[in-house]
């Protein structure tokens, strides 16, 4: 027992590592650089948040930054993925989520309409057969 | 058995959407490293991929790479690329066994000859054949065998990769790595002990998607999963270019989160993906939680010395030239791995082992 009695228990101070690791500043230049790209010549660009070596609390700073503008979408295929526009117009968050609510990819696209939002040409195609087949159904 | 359906057409049979196919290929661009432009290139590739056989043979390993495997945190995504491979043969999954088991490996070999991808986990014993045996027959042999008629090889695993734990000093049961055998096809090395689960499956959709391998580093390892070390993609960088590190394990400096260099983090001379890809469905990895890397993914890295020994300390100049070190960091950190690699080969040699006083020595 004697060498439990040696041991100095403290106890933590809250706030004690940093709220973040100044990873998320040098991603909103890359976010401004892409957006001036989209403004001067409709250049789209996609960065992967997962690939970026950020530190607890770097994810969190960087979403909060770009704020949550006016559209949010959701897309119910292969599990949820949500979509949403930042405050900063043609710059949208993309996350995709398996059926287990785990997120499988995480895009910061900046655009002016995400990819995955617009109809597909094979499911327009598919569309107008099946309408078709609604249409002729009912005559 | 493979079939001759492509991926594209299998997804279409479930019911998925295009969209979700892009969701699909966003996820895989994601799984295996490659920059979101590549996207339109894997829907195009995968659409096109047709359902390979994999035997996997489990050598003398702890069943660890499986389990990573399966606990692996992308169901969905992983879950689909596993439909579409034909796991034809696995010891720890497979339902058959003894001599049903046996004649699925056969029956798989001679149905998709020069097609197959083989995958093997743990390290091969040339001691005596009697160390690891499969049905009576050695891991050697078996191994030989599996591989004349296989297209690729993954090593999955350090002791698939390089040896492993087995591979340790002294070495009991002369253990070695696949590529110490195969000679006369492609090998694809996946080393970690456990390899990050993501990036098994990363390899295994290169595979699938594009046919061809990816491209590897001077150990054999695919560059998208190891083409940086732990040391250049950690958040807790910024703190080793300043100079500012942990001590021990429970002073202001680890509080703080600085670097844990001296506490023996083997960062500098270790490339994997564990810093962006994480494990525990994402939650963390080693050094976020405090602990420094032990290099698992790199050879001999059982022998290398105490985990919590700093094999090549800063000196003082890395915190008086901060302005410098910040500008020249990659520099900074490849010139430490090279003292480290250096270093670790001298203790290799000198076969150092790891004690309690080890570690009271090195944090003290």
New interface residues.
Partial sequence: MSSWDGIDI?V?SAG???DS???AVPILHEVLHALRRLAESGEST???V???????G?EEQLLAALGEGEVRAK?D???E?RIWESRYAGVWL?E?L???G??????IEITEVP??LCS????ISAAVRNLETDLSDRS | MAQSKTLGERLQSHG?????F???C??T???M?L???M?PAIAAALEKARRPSVIWLSFQECTGCTESLTRS?????EG?IFDHISLDYHHTLQAAAGDAAEAARKAAMQENEGQYLVVVDGSIPLGNPGFSTIAGVSNVDMLKETVAGAKAVIAVGTCASFGGIPHAYPNPTGAVSVSDLVKDKPVINVSGCPPVPVVITGVLSQLLTFGTLPELDHYGRPLAFFGQSIHD????R?FYDKGLFAETF?DEGA???WCLYRLGCKGPMTYNAC??AKWN??TSWPV?SGHGCLGCSEPDFWDAGSFYKSLSVPTGDVARNAGYAVAAGVALGAAAGALNRAKRAGAIKRHEKVNVDDLGDDQG
Wanted: some cysteine; proline content about 9%.
């Fill in positions: 403290r933590e004690s590592a940093p690791w100044g990873n996609l960065i992967d997962k690939s970026l070596p950020f530190g607890p770097d897309l295929t292969l599990g993925s993309v995709h398996n059926v287990d785990g997120r499988v990819a995480f895009h990819q995955i597909q040409a094979d499911d | 998925v959407s295009r969209r979700g892009l969701k699909f966003a996820a661009a994601s799984l490293a920059p979101p432009s996207i945190h992308t169901p969905t995504i689909l993609r950690c958040y807790r910024p429970d509080r703080k989160g810093a962006t469905e994402g976020e």
